[in-house]
């Protein structure tokens, strides 16, 4: 997919702000986060699955929408 480039080089095309790349926007570091992930956070999304603790939620709506089922699903599990 091609990037989405700005109207105007290094200005936000929505609020006019100032558009600069971020120091940890680069590939090694991105590879090291994905790296973090399966060693540190995909072992404990697999322990609470077999547990039977952890829910998939579908997220279809902001706050005001998702809050109120998540409420429920929690409520319903206890």
Partial sequence: ?????PKKENVCDKCGGEL????????KVIEGRFEAYERQT???????????ILMDIEVVGGPDV???KI???IKKKA
């Fill in 1 to 5: 997919m091609p990037p989405l480039l």
């Fill in 20 to 27: 600069y790349q971020r120091a940890d926007d680069h590939p």
């Fill in 42 to 52: 995909k072992p404990l999304i697999e322990f609470y699955r077999r547990k039977k």
């Fill in 66 to 68: 998702m809050v109120p």
């Fill in 71 to 73: 409420i429920d699903l």
